[in-house]
């Protein structure tokens, strides 16, 4: 479902973060590349859910 929002996921978030330059330009690469960088915030709780 993520990589639907490309623009948001792939490019505004990692500019944001200060990790732009770690985002794969290869869409399947980009797709290997997304479990890895939302794994900790989604573990962590990020995103407004109730823990």
Partial sequence: MLHCHESQVYEWLPYNGGYLDEVP????????WLP??????????AGGGSN
Avoid: I, K, Y
């Fill in 36 to 45: 890895q960088s939302v794994a900790w915030p989604l573990q962590c709780g």
């Fill in 25 to 32: 330009f290869d869409p399947q690469e980009r797709r290997e």
